[in-house]
Each structure stands twice: as structure tokens, then as C-alpha cells.
């Protein structure tokens, strides 16, 4: 990786590229440090400390803003809107027949996907802008005006900031997109979650940093450190694991030429789906925790507690991201949404028709029906192989926090999974730079 990235710095065209993905990115950071007015940001902080927590929701969408939400910046959002509206339009295009006719309609099918993305995005943007925004005037009560035309136009003031937070971070990465290395939205999202390692670290550091702390927690953080370090290079080797379908062409002759006959093969890679099920499933269970924000649950059971209260009580406790049955409804739904994505990202059936339309076939296995069922049958086992790995990620943290009473959420499987699968890709691009740049020609 290193020497791909030393070899592109070294072709100014790339240089130029990486620059400027580089100063976005900067650009990127100094707008997470621009506070939104009438908004108490010590109130704020505080009150995150305490609810976005032990690896919540809330927590989540702290670390793909690279903290800002919990500073209350302009780009608080992030492009968390963008992500939504993605995989909602993602999922309609497999389900609505003109979505879908879009999709086949070539490079005017995707930009037309790509706008009524960006609008989706924008609603999603206002939901979620008035939502935080009356999150902190009720449960945080950070919000410095709140009634009268005062309060009106504080109100205006901070729902339009974060919109227009969340909309520029999407032009941002539109632009590193066409100017840039890499897909932009990754890169963003990339910054913002290495932006908080530092972080992190510091908090490891003061567990540490006392006599007490020291013989208390150096060992399970160095052991953490440790499975970090294995969690990296395992998510490396499935993320580069494919299964691959042999497949070989039938021989035919046209006039006194001979075309085909080649062997090749149909790579099926293990995590297909990368971290769109842990997105979904987040999501899904993240419904329970939000009730929290808003209304706190007892802290114990006695005498005097209401019907309503005890079952408010163990119904949170069933839900809280630190219960094993969380992690065990957790890890399923993973499975299950892995298993939805692949089936509608991969249809067994189109790619036998497209094999034999091409002469080819997979060895031993008949054309047509037998050969979908083949595919069908190799796809569900890679999907699972793939579904499990992305689920003992994901639960890692809460099992972690379990054994040792010490939160690495924010350093967590997901967030390993995000930064790992965006360098690979970026270096990937750069390698497929280098190639078309070095490629000897067909005259040599």
C-alpha cells in the first residue's frame, strides 16, 4: 500500500488528485469545528457524555460525523442523509418497475437515480434536522431560545444549518468524486471516524494514566490493542476472499477463425454486502434505545413501581446495547439482512440465461435450471460465511464492554470495517491510475 501510494505521488496528475481530495477533506474538518448559534454546545456536550453511549444509536451517528453531532457544527448530519437515502432508493429500484427501468437505462438512468437520490437525501436532511433540533430544546434543553419570534427564528436558524451542513458535505464529496481519488462519501466518512481515533486513544490513556487505573485496565486495553490489530488484518483477508465459479466457453468457428474456448470464472466475493446489513440492523434495533432519549426508565424495582413502569423497565434492559440479548437479536437480524441484500443484489437465474446465451457453462453442471440452483446454492453459503464474520464484528464491542467494563464502541468492529474497506478501495483506484498511466500499448 505504501509503495502504490509513494509510486502515485510521484505522477503529477495524481498528485494533484490526491491534493485535492486532501484540502476536502481539511475543508471538511474545519466545518466540523464551526459551532450552529443559539445552541449551548457545554450543554450539549454533557448531555451526549451521558446519552450517546455505550455503543447506541446515537453513539453511531456521533462517529460517522467525526464527533461533530456531539459538538452541535454545521455538519453535525454528516452525510448520514445521503447513506439513508441511498439504500432506500437502492432497495425501491428492485421493488418499482420505473426505478428499475432507470437503472437499465445506462449513464442517463443513473444520473436521473443519482437526483431523485440527492432529493430523497435532502427530505431525509430536514427529518432529521428538526429531530435533533427538538431532541435538544426538550430532553437536553440546550437551546438558548424557545419561545416567542425569538424562538422561532432560533429554530429557523438551526434547522436550516444543518441542512445546509449536511447538503454542502454531499457536494463535498460529489467533488472528490469528479476531481478527486476515490468515491467521496467513503473518503468522508472515512476522515470522520479516523478523526476520532485520537480520541479514543486519549480516553484509553487516562484509564491508565493513575496507579489504580494502571493495574486495573493496562491489561484488557493492551489485549484490546491486540484483537484490534487481528480484527484489521481478518476484516483484510475476508474482504479481499472471493469464491470463484469456474466457467468455460464453448468452442466455435466463424469463417476460418476460432473464437472461444477460454476457461475463466465468476468471482463471488465473501462480504458482498459489506456493511449495508450491520447498517440496517443498526438501525432496526436502535428504535428501542431512542425511547431512552425522551423519557428515563427507572432505575430499580420496588414496592411502590406502577405495572407500566416494570415492564418499561425490562423492556429497556432487553433492548440496552450492553444486554446479550441485544447482541443475539443483533447478530440475527445481520444474518437476515445479509441474506435480503444478496438476493436482491444477485439473481442466480439472469446469470445462467447470461452464460448460456455467451456458450458457456460451469463444468459438470447442466445449463438452465441446474445451473441457477448451482449458483443459488454457492451464493447462500458464501452469503453466510460472509453474514457470520459481519456479525461477530459487530457484537465484538458489546461482549467486550461486558468482560471488561471499559467502552471501545467507537472503536469498534463497524468502525474498523468502514476504515479498512475505504483504503482498500482508494488504493485500489490508485493501482487502476498507475496501470492505465504505464501501460506499455499495443505498438510496443
Known amino acids: 500500500m505504501f509503495k502504490t ?12 488528485k490526491m ?46 460525523s467525526g464527533g461533530a453531532l456531539s459538538k452541535a457544527t454545521m455538519f453535525s448530519l454528516g452525510v448520514t442523509p445521503f447513506i439513508n437515502a441511498s439504500i432506500i432508493i437502492q432497495l425501491l429500484t428492485y421493488a418499482l418497475p420505473p426505478l428499475e427501468r432507470l437503472q437499465q437505462e445506462g449513464e442517463d438512468g443513473r444520473k436521473k437515480l443519482n437526483q431523485i437520490t440527492s432529493f430523497v437525501a435532502l427530505g431525509l436532511s430536514a427529518f432529521m434536522a428538526v429531530a435533533y433540533y427538538l431532541t435538544l430544546k426538550g430532553s437536553a434543553g440546550a437551546v438558548k431560545y424557545t419561545s416567542g419570534a425569538a424562538g422561532v427564528f432560533a429554530m429557523f436558524v438551526i434547522v436550516i444549518s444543518f441542512m445546509a451542513g449536511s447538503s454542502l458535505v454531499i457536494w463535498l464529496g460529489n467533488r472528490i468524486n469528479e476531481k478527486g481519488i476515490g468515491n467521496g462519501v467513503s473518503m468522508i466518512l472515512f476522515a470522520g471516524i479516523v478523526a476520532r481515533i485520537p480520541v479514543d486513544l486519549g480516553q484509553m490513556y487516562e484509564l491508565i494514566k493513575t496507579k489504580e487505573g494502571a ?59 459489506g456493511v449495508m446489513p450491520i447498517i440496517f440492523a443498526m438501525s432496526f434495533m436502535s428504535l428501542p434505545s431512542m425511547f431512552t432519549i425522551f423519557k ?16 418499561y423497565y425490562y423492556f429497556v434492559n432487553f433492548f440496552s446495547t ?8 443483533y447478530f440475527v437480524l445481520i444474518l437476515l439482512f445479509n441474506w435480503f441484500y444478496v438476493q436482491i443484489s444477485y439473481n442466480p437465474v439472469e446469470m445462467a440465461n447470461n452464460l448460456r446465451q455467451s456458450n458457456g457453462g460451469i463444468p459438470g453442471i447442466r445449463p438452465g435450471k441446474p445451473t441457477s440452483d448451482y449458483i443459488q446454492r454457492v451464493l447462500s453459503k458464501i452469503s453466510l460465511v460472509g453474514a457470520v464474520f459481519l456479525g461477530v464484528v459487530a457484537i465484538f464491542p458489546i461482549i467486550f464492554l461486558n468482560i471488561t467494563k471499559i467502552d471501545v464502541s467507537s472503536m469498534g468492529g463497524t468502525s474498523i470495517l468502514i ?19 504505464h501501460h506499455p500499448g499495443f505498438l510496443r
Open 19 to 64: 491534493l485535492f481530495t486532501l484540502f476536502i477533506i481539511v475543508i471538511f474538518r474545519l466545518g466540523s469545528a464551526i459551532t450552529v448559534p443559539f445552541l449551548d454546545t457545554t450543554v450539549i456536550s454533557q448531555w451526549m457524555s451521558e446519552k450517546a453511549s455505550n455503543g447506541n444509536f446515537l453513539e453511531y451517528l456521533n462517529i460517522l
Open 419 to 437: 476504515v479498512v474497506s475505504v483504503a482498500i478501495e482508494t488504493v485500489r483506484t490508485l493501482e487502476s491510475q498507475l496501470m492505465m498511466r
Open 5 to 16: 501510494l509513494k509510486t502515485a505521488w510521484g505522477i503529477p496528475e495524481i498528485r494533484k
Open 322 to 329: 450492553r444486554s446479550y440479548s441485544y447482541a443475539a437479536i
Open 296 to 311: 428515563e426508565p427507572v432505575k430499580q424495582i420496588t414496592e411502590e413501581t406502577t405495572g407500566g413502569e416494570k415492564f
Open 215 to 273: 493495574n486495573q485496565n493496562f491489561i484488557k486495553i493492551v489485549i484490546y490493542l491486540l484483537i484490534f490489530v487481528a480484527m484489521v488484518i481478518a476484516i483484510v483477508f475476508f474482504n479481499e476472499a472471493e469464491r470463484r465459479i469456474p466457467v468455460q466457453y464453448a468452442k466455435r468457428v466463424v469463417g476460418r477463425k476460432q473464437y472461444g474456448g477460454q476457461n475463466t470464472h465468476i468471482p463471488i466475493k465473501v462480504c458482498m454486502s
